[in-house]
C-alpha cells in the first residue's frame, strides 16, 4: 500500500539555488507537490516559471503544474539577481528550455483553490523567494491561508549580516512590505528559515559538488546552473562551495531532524527606505509570531541534499 504522502506547494523565484530544492522535493517520495507557483524575485516570474519546467524535466520523476503568479513586488521596483545566479536564473549556461510552458491559471486563484477544496491543515507551503503571492492571498482569500498546515519562508539573514545589503536578506529586501504582510496576518504556524543556516560547515564543499555533478544528469545540470553562485562564493569566500539557502527551507521543512537552533519570537521587519530596508528584528520577550531557524546540522543537511539529487532511479525515502 502506498503510505500517506504531505501535500506541498512550492512557490518560487526560480534561480539556480531554487532548482535544487525543487529536486529535493521531487525526489523524496514521502511528500507530493501539489503545484509549483511562480513569483518575481532572482528573476522575473516568466523566467522563473521557464527555470522550474526546465528543473522538473531535468529530474525526471513526475511533473506538477507550474502557474505564474504576481510580477511586481507590492510597493517597489524589482531587481534581479544576475550576480548571484546569472541573467537567466540559471547561470547563464543555455540550460533552459524555453519551449516548455506552464499551465493555464493564475498562481494565487490556484494556491487558493488547492487551500480551500483540501481539507484544513493538510497542506504546506514552501515559499523560496519573496512573499509577494501569499501576502496577495492574504488581500483576496485570507481563511484561505489560514486552512495551510505550516507556511515556511526563506526569509531572514538569521544570525549572519545579509546577503543583498549589510542588514537585509534577499527575499525580504525585495519585498518587505510582503514578508510584513504575512508576519502579521499572523498564521498559527509559521516558520522562517535564515540564511545563517547554510553557511560555514553546512555549505557544499567542493569534493559534494563533485560528487553531485557526476553522478547523474540532474546533478550536472543543477551544479552547472549554480556556476555564477560557485564563482561567487569564490570570492567572497576564498573556496569552492555552495551556500544552498533555499534547499536549507526546504531541508527545514521536508527533513525536520536536520534543525540545529530552532527558536520562536515576535519577527519584524524594517520598511523605512535607505540603507537598512529589510532588516529583520528578533524580540524574543513579546508574543511569537513565528519560528526562526538560526541554524541546521550541517552533516544531515549536506548529506540530505546529495542523497535526494543522486538518487533518480530510487526515490529517496529516507536519509
Known sequence: MEMNKQKIIIDTDCGSDDAMAIAMA?????YEVLMITTVSGNVRVDQAAFNTLTTLKMTDSYFPPVYIGRNDMLKRKWYGADDTHGLDGMG??????????PSEGDAVCEMIKA?????????????LGPLT???SIIEIDPESLRRARRIIAMATPGNAVGNITPYAEFNVWQDGEAFDRVLKFGHDSLLI????ACLDEAMLDEKE???????????????????????????????????MADPAAMAVSLLPEC???????????????GEQYGEVFYDFDKTPNAEVVFSLKDDIFTKYIVDTITKTDERCSSV
Request: hydrophobic share 40%.
Open 259 to 273: 534543525i540545529k537552533e530552532i527558536r520562536k519570537c515576535h519577527v519584524s521587519v524594517n520598511l523605512e527606505e
Open 92 to 101: 547563464d549556461r543555455d540550460l533552459v528550455d524555453y519551449s516548455l510552458r
Open 115 to 127: 487551500l480551500n477544496e483540501n481539507p484544513a491543515g493538510t497542506i504546506d507551503i514552501i515559499a
Open 133 to 135: 503571492n501569499l501576502a
Open 26 to 30: 521531487l525526489n523524496d517520495e514521502r
Open 193 to 196: 528559515v535564515g540564511w545563517s
Open 209 to 243: 559538488i563533485e560528487i553531485i555533478k557526476k553522478t547523474n544528469r540532474l546533478g550536472q545540470y543543477l551544479i552547472e546552473a549554480n556556476a555564477t553562485l560557485i564563482k561567487l562564493n569564490e570570492m567572497r569566500f576564498e573556496a569552492i562551495c555552495l551556500d
